[in-house]
């Protein structure tokens, strides 16, 4: 069974840009959620995203945004990119119903 | 919110030594507890997570043990080896009113080395 895929893997950009991730679930889980980490701050919750609907937001501003299509894929957005955006961004899923939540491989994204 | 907090932040072991990392969390209505292992470059791995009905659980050489009253866990390395050489997260899960259900609040991470 598959796991949870993201692409790309890597990616640079420069401020100001915005960036579009792209995150694939494990088959059968309709539960998607989103993480950030950084070596300051951790790991830390972006959004929640079931059956194309966001259930839970953590503390990020308007800039973070993401979506959820029919068959489970999500894509997280990060528009007007700032130097404090580069991080391992990580897409992990989940059966509805069920608390464990498995991980994707992440993002890494360099801002310059 | 939540709030986790893990001890250490680094652990260094010797080959066939136990490694003992601790989380203690805010919020009680936190019911499930995960730990996760990181290696470079991956994302965090599940290694074994318990309920808060259940006061331990063991799978082969890891343990976890969870204290309610004190709102604490507790994960248990024991033979360890250079392969346990890792980022150990450990995380809870605050239910509100089923709005939470996707959320883990993390610890800020153990790195552990073992050496040979």
């Known amino acids: 069974k598959a796991g949870v895929t993201q692409t790309p893997r890597y990616l640079i950009k420069t401020r100001g840009q915005q960036v579009t991730l792209s995150c694939s679930p494990i088959s059968g889980h309709r539960s998607v959620s989103w993480y950030q980490q950084t070596p300051g701050q951790g790991l830390q919750f972006l959004f929640e995203?079931?059956?194309?609907?966001?259930?839970n937001k953590g503390n990020f501003p308007g800039r973070f945004s993401g979506r959820q299509f029919s068959n489970s894929r999500s894509e997280m957005n990060v528009s007007t990119l700032e130097l404090g955006d580069s991080a391992l961004y990580l897409c992990?899923?989940?059966?509805?119903?069920?608390?464990?939540?498995?991980f994707g491989p992440g993002t890494r994204l360099l801002v310059l | 919110g939540e709030n986790v907090e893990q001890h250490p932040s680094t652990l260094s072991v010797q080959e066939g030594d136990s490694a003992v990392i601790k989380c203690t969390y805010s919020d009680s209505a936190s019911n499930y507890f995960p730990w996760y292992k990181q290696e470079l470059g991956k994302g965090p791995q599940l290694i074994i997570d318990?309920?808060?009905?259940?006061g331990e659980k063991k799978d082969q050489r890891i343990a976890v043990t969870l204290n309610k009253t004190a709102k604490h866990f507790s994960l248990h390395i024991t033979e360890t080896q250079p392969e346990d050489s890792a980022v150990y997260f450990c995380?809870?899960?605050?239910?509100?009113?089923?709005?939470?259900?996707?959320?883990?609040?993390f610890g800020q991470g153990t790195i552990l080395t073992v050496h040979p």
């Open positions: 318990i309920r808060s009905n259940v």
């Open positions: 992990a899923s989940f059966r509805q119903g069920q608390e464990t939540q498995y």
């Open positions: 995380a809870g899960h605050p239910v509100a009113g089923g709005t939470s259900y996707g959320k883990l609040t």
């Open positions: 995203y079931f059956s194309e609907t966001q259930r």
